[in-house]
């Protein structure tokens, strides 16, 4: 800030120890929101604008409610959602006289009650709201790649309006949305952003410890049912030997760990080959493996593969082909020379980013891809143009181009995508449009 003196940094925090640790002046201390105040927040989230007026009775249970709360907003908006167009008083007496009122916890410990959210949700969506648990806390979550996620691991019901199962994840966002247990940040071409406030991501951690760990450098014991796995520490230097006794694990996730030591992460991969026959999802973004193992192939069940940022891979593996449940293949900066011919083999994609260096894309597997729902092309340096075969790919909803300084134009067969929804270009200076 060139030395201003009128610069300041603040920092929040709900621990005071934090704030007298990070302050050079006395923490100022936020109190609870005025009864007044959470009223009229409550009656904002419960309501349509006027109608509190017309259920009198509804407003009286719901000033109780409120006073519950004890003032904490985030409480009092997320109750006002659970209660959003129910008229019945027997909904709001429920939560009203709710037995989980009556537990003993910690001063400002509010899981308990937010926790009636969550016990109001479907199951379908309990399973999908507490698998969020695995990301890190403060992250900004991608509304296509949650929902890739959830459809990996059979999460999403079928739709009796025979809706794709993107439509269904997203009606599943939507309806998180409207309970107040995620945040809408931005609108992008494939979805949207959002956040998970830190309270709610407690919640999400406490009702998923059973099927649900973040592995760390502080995992002694973890429990033989566990199905989905999170490591996200930089500290960790080996795989705890407790995984190894696992044989049920669905979900392997790798993010926040040292990209300087390579022993880490080809533990973990190796582990995933050896042991987790039964893997669906597993993410390795930025890792810096320099190969992937050959026994890959042997995981069948594989639907979502993440290798994101995974710059010091210069080729798949020749069993990459056995992969053939894969619905969702991020490769999106793997410098590859060209896709390997047995990427025909894997009919199951729908999701599909890469990087490529050569100057042609191969017709031959579009002719393969019927059910390919998004295609990203990402800093193709030397691409030069498209395939003519591109009316093959018939589901395709979003084609994003970016980085391809070098592709000239696009292909006349684009006017048969007739499912194209999104066609986004950026960054390919040279394209004649």
């Given amino acids: 800030m060139g030395g201003l003196s009128q610069s300041k940094i603040i920092v929040t925090t709900r621990s005071l120890k934090v704030a007298s640790i990070m302050s050079s ?180 951690l406490d009702v998923s410890q059973k099927e649900c760990k973040t592995v760390n450098s502080q995992s002694y014991v973890i429990d033989e049912n ?74 069948k069940h594989l639907r979502d593969l993440d290798l994101t940022g995974c710059r010091n891979i210069q080729k798949l593996p020749s069993s990459f082909y056995k992969l053939r449940s894969l619905q969702t293949l991020r490769m999106y900066g793997i410098p590859l020379m060209q896709l390997p011919v047995s990427m025909e083999s894997l009919i199951e994609l729908r999701y599909l980013e890469i990087t490529i260096k050569a100057k042609h894309v191969k017709e031959t597997w579009l002719q393969c891809w019927a059910f390919l729902q998004y295609l990203g092309l990402f800093e193709c340096d030397n691409l030069e143009c498209l395939p003519e075969g591109m009316q093959y790919l018939t589901s395709l909803r979003r084609l994003v181009l970016f980085g391809c300084p070098n592709l000239v134009s696009l292909p006349r067969s684009l006017k048969h995508l007739t499912k194209l929804e999104v066609l986004r270009i950026s960054c390919c200076e040279k394209i004649n449009l």
């Avoid at 490591?231 to 392997?252: E, I, S, Y």
Wanted: hydrophobic share 40%; proline share 4%; glycine share 4%.
């Fill in 25 to 204: 002046i006395s923490p100022y201390e936020l109190k609870v929101l005025p009864h007044e105040d959470c009223l009229i927040l409550f009656t904002k989230w419960a309501f349509n604008d006027g109608d509190d007026r017309k259920y009198p009775n509804l407003m009286r249970i719901g000033e109780e409610i409120v006073k519950k709360c004890k003032g904490v907003p985030s409480v009092v908006r997320t109750l006002g959602s659970l209660l959003f167009l129910k008229t019945d008083e027997f909904d709001w007496i429920s939560v009203r006289d709710n037995e989980i009122w009556k537990l003993e916890h910690a001063e400002n410990e509010i899981l308990p009650v937010l926790k009636l959210s969550y016990n109001h949700l479907p199951s379908h969506l309990q399973r999908c709201f507490a698998v969020m648990s695995l990301y890190k806390k403060d992250s900004i979550y991608y509304s296509d790649k949650v929902i890739q996620f959830w459809m990996a691991n059979g999460l999403l019901e079928h739709s009796k309006q025979k809706q794709e199962w993107v439509d269904v994840g997203g009606r599943y966002l939507n309806e998180l949305l409207s309970r107040c247990l995620i945040q809408k940040e931005t609108d992008y071409a494939l979805g949207f952003t959002f956040k998970m406030h830190d309270l709610i991501h407690d919640l999400a």
């Fill in 226 to 299: 566990v199905r989905h796995l999170s490591f996200c520490d930089d500290k960790l230097l080996k795989v705890p030997q407790d995984l190894k006794k696992l044989k049920n694990v669905r979900t392997v996730f790798v993010h926040e760990l040292s990209t300087e030591s390579k022993t880490i992460h080809e533990s973990i991969i190796n582990l995933c080959v050896s042991k987790f026959k039964y893997l669906r999802a597993l993410h390795l973004r930025c890792s810096p493996l320099t190969a992937l193992p050959n026994l890959i192939g042997t995981l």
